[in-house]
């Protein structure tokens, strides 16, 4: 895969880059998206937002649930549930089904055609856009006779940064 295909360079792994900016425009593209869509991104959203963005490892919902409890006693497994529906309705983040945790979405606006690298020693994950990836499944499941309701394609191994270490 080279940049010319419009994924990412497997150099510019997360670790490459100022992440404390990489929140702070996930925090700003979902304030403008919500207010778009006419939806709220209320405080609790945003804050599990926030959570999930803290790393590019995906985070599942009793990780956040427990710093949640930190700030705010009343938190419950329910509430952090239906913050995440809304932000995978919204595609703010996705859902990493192998790990059964989160990542945020780093352009909700666009629509998905790719896949996840996760990295099994630090736990990164990144998503990658690859239209290619996307019409291979989809013309394989139509020759088969069937039809995707949700695509996560999840690709597991070592990372730039992993691999020279």
């Known amino acids: 895969m080279s940049a010319d295909d419009g ?11 100022n992440h404390e900016h990489c929140i702070a425009d996930a925090l700003d593209r979902a304030e403008e998206l919500c207010a778009g869509k006419g939806v709220r991104l209320t405080e609790l959203r945003r804050r599990v937002l926030e ?3 803290d790393s590019h490892k995906p985070v599942g919902a009793y990780a956040i649930l ?6 705010q006693r009343s938190a419950a497994p329910p ?11 919204h595609r703010l983040v996705h859902r990493i089904q192998s790990l059964n945790a989160f990542v945020g ?3 909700p606006d666009h629509p998905h055609a790719g896949f996840f690298l996760i990295c099994n020693e630090c736990g990164d994950a990144v998503e990658i856009e690859d239209e290619n990836v996307d019409r291979v499944v989809t013309a ?3 020759d088969r006779g069937f039809d995707i309701s949700t695509q996560i394609v999840e690709a597991t191994g070592r990372c730039p ?4 270490a």
Do not use: M, N, S
Not at 7 to 17: K, N, T, Y
Not at 161 to 164: I, K, L, N
């Open 7 to 17: 994924a990412a360079p497997l150099d510019e792994w997360p670790g490459d880059h």
């Open 161 to 164: 940064q992993c691999r020279t």
């Open 79 to 89: 509430t952090v549930y239906r913050a995440l529906d809304f932000l995978i309705e």
């Open 66 to 71: 427990d710093t949640l409890k930190d700030d």
């Open 105 to 107: 979405c780093a352009d």
């Open 51 to 53: 959570l999930i963005w």
């Open 140 to 142: 394989t499941a139509k």
